[in-house]
């Protein structure tokens, strides 16, 4: 069993910046890709920011250039830096990882609110 902790939203103005943080509780299993996705109210849940344990990454459009995805792999954590928020990225924000070597497993944090004021 796998936990992810999240910690870091919270309310900006726009024009500011926040870190999102997440943190996986797992010394046993492999951990792969880790992300950020986040669903706002009324919308389906859709994908942020991900990194692949070798530090691939890859960002939603409407992210890129504002936001950067990080990683420590001896930590099993993974970062989210939003620079430049806008009232549009007004979300729960939910870390994810892909744990497993031969079966890959789906975990999810709780989710962590950022309101983005205008």
């Known amino acids: 069993q796998v936990q992810l902790v999240e910690s870091g939203g919270g309310l900006v103005q726009a024009g500011g910046s926040l870190r999102l943080s997440c943190a996986a509780s797992s010394s046993t299993f492999s951990i792969n890709d880790m992300g950020w996705y986040r669903q706002a109210p009324g919308k389906q849940r859709e994908l942020v920011a991900v990194?692949?344990?070798?530090?691939?990454?890859s960002y939603a459009d409407s992210v890129k250039g504002r936001f950067m995805i990080s990683r420590d792999n001896s930590k099993n954590t993974v970062h989210l830096q939003m620079n430049s928020l806008k009232p549009e990225d007004t979300a729960v924000y939910y870390c994810?990882?892909?744990?497993?070597?031969?079966?890959?497993?789906?975990?999810w944090g709780q989710g962590t609110q950022v309101t983005v004021s205008s």
């Open positions: 990194i692949s344990s070798g530090g691939s990454t």
């Open positions: 994810h990882a892909v744990v497993g070597a031969i079966g890959l497993y789906n975990y």
